[in-house]
C-alpha cells in the first residue's frame, strides 16, 4: 500500500538522491553540491507559498517524489486557481513499478478535491502525460535574431533597472499578466528569484514613475576563439504599452555593434513580422523556397480535470456570442471520474446546463479537449485531423467559433 504525504527537511537527502538519480543533467552528485541543493529546497519549501514537495512511500521507504504549485492564472481575464506538478522523479531501482503513474493519479485527484479545474506542467515526455489527459498549450518559438533587424525608433526612456525598480518592475508584470490568457500571477517569492539572479541584467522602459516595460537578459559566448562574440539572451521580454516595446526593440536594436545574436523565446507565432530579416543565420531552406527563421517546441500543458464543472466556473465567460445547444462527450481513461457526457447550452455566448436537447454533439479525448477549451487548438483542425467527432458536419464551423479565442495562451512561469 502506498502512501503520499508532504515532506519535511528530514525527508531531503532522500528527496535529493531520488532527483539526482532521475535527473543526472542537473549535475548534483558531490556532498557540497547536495548540501547546497538541499538548503535551495529547504528554503523553497519554508518561503515560496506556492510550492510544496510531497513524496510516495511503500513500506516507510521513499520510492518517488514530486513537487506540487498552488498558482492563479488568467484564464480569458478570470483569475483562477491551478494546480501545476514538477520534479516528478522515481527511484531509479523502482522505475516501472507505477510509482510515476500513482504520483500523477493522487495529483490530479487532489486538484479535483480542492476545486482546481485545471492542472498544469511541463512534461518531459510528450506521449506520456498525453496518455494521461495533458493537451498540448501554445508552441515555443525561439529566434536567433541579427540586432540591426529590430525596428529602429527611439529608447530615451530606457534604462539599467535600480535595486529601488524591483517592485516596479513587478507591478508591470502583474498588469501584463492581468491583460495576458494564460499568464500566471508571480508572487514575491517567485519575483525574488528572477530579479535576484546575479548572472542577468535588466533595462526598463520608464513612463515618469511608472516602469511600462522590461526586459531580463544574459549575455552568452559565441564562440570558444573570440571573446568579442557574444549573444544576447533574454529570459523576460514584458510591455504594457506599444510605446515602451518599440522602444526596448531600438535597445536591441543598438547592440549591433557587439552582440552577434539576440536569441528570443516567444510564444506570439506572428513574432516574424517585427524583423526586417526573421532569418536565423542556418540558412537552411525547407522546400520549395522557405528560409529557416526559428525552432520551435512542445511543452507547456493542461489537463482539465473537471470537464462539466469548467463551464460553470467560466459561466460569466462570453464565447463568442454563440447560441447553440451542445452536447460534449469527454474520453478520460487515467481519470475515469472526468469521462461522460453533459449537454451545454449557449445562449448569446453564455454557457449554462441543459437537458438532453441538442442540435449537436462532439466526441473527444480530454487531452484534445483542454487544448480546445484554452484556445491553444481549434477545432476545425482537430476535427480535420480525426482527432474529435461531431454529429453534424453543419455545426463544425458553429463549434469552432465557440472556442475561438483572439489571442493563443501564453505563460512565462517556469516550474
Not at 219 to 248: C, M, P, W
Request: hydrophobic residues 40%; charged residues 25%.
Amino acid at each position: 500500500m502506498s502512501e503520499i504525504k508532504k515532506l519535511s527537511a528530514n525527508n531531503f537527502d532522500e528527496l535529493i538522491n531520488i532527483l539526482s538519480g532521475a535527473y543526472p543533467g542537473i549535475g548534483i552528485s558531490t556532498p557540497e553540491q547536495k548540501e547546497k541543493f538541499r538548503e535551495k529546497l529547504i528554503k523553497i519549501q519554508n518561503e515560496d507559498l506556492t510550492t510544496q514537495y510531497f513524496g510516495l512511500f511503500r513500506n516507510k521507504k521513499m520510492l518517488g517524489v514530486m513537487r506540487i504549485h498552488d498558482y492563479t492564472m488568467n484564464v480569458f481575464s478570470q483569475k483562477i486557481e491551478v494546480a501545476g506538478i514538477g520534479s516528478v522523479a522515481v527511484d531509479l531501482v523502482h522505475k516501472k513499478e507505477k510509482v510515476c503513474k500513482e504520483m500523477l493519479f493522487w495529483f490530479l485527484e487532489n486538484c479535483r478535491q480542492n476545486d482546481k479545474k485545471i492542472a498544469i506542467l511541463y512534461p518531459f515526455r510528450l506521449n506520456f502525460y498525453e496518455k494521461m489527459g495533458f493537451g498540448y498549450g501554445t508552441k515555443m518559438n525561439q529566434y536567433k535574431i541579427k540586432p540591426a533587424a529590430f525596428p529602429n525608433t527611439s529608447k530615451k526612456n530606457i534604462e539599467f533597472a535600480s535595486s529601488e525598480d524591483k517592485e516596479k518592475v513587478e507591478k508591470c508584470y502583474a498588469k501584463f499578466a492581468s491583460e495576458n490568457h494564460g499568464m500566471i500571477e508571480r508572487t514575491p517569492f517567485n519575483f525574488q528569484r528572477v530579479f535576484g539572479n546575479p548572472e542577468s541584467k535588466i533595462v526598463v522602459c520608464r513612463d515618469g514613475n511608472e516602469v511600462s516595460g522590461y526586459i531580463i537578459f544574459s549575455f552568452k559566448s559565441q564562440s570558444t576563439d573570440s571573446f568579442l562574440l557574444n549573444n544576447l539572451v533574454i529570459h523576460e521580454f514584458v510591455y504594457t504599452t506599444r510605446e515602451a516595446f518599440g522602444e526596448l526593440c531600438t535597445f536591441l536594436h543598438s547592440q549591433a555593434d557587439q552582440v552577434h545574436r539576440v536569441v528570443l523565446n516567444t510564444q506570439d507565432e506572428n513574432f516574424h513580422y517585427l524583423l526586417s530579416d526573421a532569418s536565423n543565420g542556418t540558412n537552411n531552406l525547407l522546400p520549395h523556397v522557405f528560409h529557416e527563421s526559428n525552432v520551435s517546441g512542445i511543452g507547456f500543458a493542461y489537463k482539465i480535470v473537471d470537464a462539466r464543472g469548467i463551464f460553470e466556473t467560466f459561466k460569466n465567460h462570453n464565447f463568442n456570442d454563440q447560441t447553440f445547444r451542445l452536447k460534449i462527450t469527454i474520453k478520460d481513461s487515467f481519470t475515469p471520474e472526468n469521462a461522460g457526457s453533459f449537454v451545454i447550452h449557449f445562449k448569446n455566448g453564455f454557457a449554462s446546463f441543459g437537458k438532453q436537447d441538442f442540435e449537436a454533439e462532439i466526441i473527444l479525448d480530454v487531452s484534445h479537449f483542454s487544448s480546445l477549451f484554452v484556445g491553444a487548438v481549434n477545432f476545425n483542425s482537430l476535427y480535420s485531423f480525426n482527432l474529435a467527432e461531431i454529429s453534424d458536419f453543419a455545426f463544425v464551423s458553429k463549434v469552432n467559433k465557440i472556442f475561438q479565442v483572439a489571442k493563443k495562451p501564453v505563460c512565462f512561469t517556469a516550474f
